[in-house]
């Protein structure tokens, strides 16, 4: 099965990046946004306007497949 890797970018703890085997893109899409829905529910207060973090998901190559994006912006 191929291999991808769950990296976490701007979002303290810097925790080390996951790795994980799943049949195909569609699964590791899948797990990804399990993955950064738990990110999300954890954030608690610590996510300031102007800040945004990023779920990098890349395969067994190093090549990007997948980044989701979270960001915060301050509405005046």
């Known amino acids: 099965m191929p291999q991808y890797v769950f990296s976490v970018r701007n979002l303290e703890p810097n925790d080390p990046p996951i790795a994980g085997e799943f049949t ?28 945004e973090w990023f779920l990098e998901v890349v395969d067994a190559e190093g090549r990007l497949i997948f980044k989701i994006r979270v960001s915060a912006k301050l509405e005046e």
């Open 24 to 51: 195909d893109d569609e699964a590791a899409w899948k797990e990804a946004t399990h993955f950064a829905a738990d990110l999300f529910r954890d954030v608690d207060g610590k996510l300031r306007p102007g800040e």
